[in-house]
């Protein structure tokens, strides 16, 4: 289980290039969101639609307190799509959705300002 980061703490160390392309950040397409009763804190289970080559993913996300899951279906998100796949309750989920905290700490979901094709890598 990997600890989610203090959004007030420091600025992280100092890393090279190389160790940032390391992480494939692509796009995705939310193509079905649905609830997620037994995640131990509120969440939904996300199917995203990253394009022909990473194909469809699933993924938890904790972001019930600014998203329903009618909004969500449609929307462009960010995710991590090459760490290994976690088990989250009885699902497993494939890639980590990135988002930001608000000032109250809930996730505010990353996403392009105009659609891009779907599985485009971060640069």
Do not use: C, W
């Not at 394009?51 to 938890?60: E, H, L, M, Y």
């Not at 990135?98 to 996730?107: I, N, S």
């Amino acid at each position: 289980m990997h600890k989610v980061p203090d959004p007030h703490a420091a600025e992280a160390a100092t890393i090279g290039f190389d160790d940032f392309l390391a992480v494939d950040i692509r796009i995705g397409t939310i193509v079905e969101a649905l609830p997620f009763p037994e995640a131990r804190k509120p969440a939904y289970r996300l199917v995203i639609d990253f394009g022909p080559v990473i194909g469809i993913k699933r993924s938890s996300a904790q972001i019930t307190e600014h998203y329903t899951l009618e909004d969500l279906p449609g929307r462009q998100v960010a995710a991590v799509v090459n760490f290994p796949p976690r088990q989250i309750g009885p699902m497993m989920s494939e890639v980590l959705t990135l988002g930001f905290p608000d000032a109250e700490g809930r996730v505010v979901l990353i996403g392009p300002s105009v659609p891009v094709p779907d599985g485009g890598r971060l640069f």
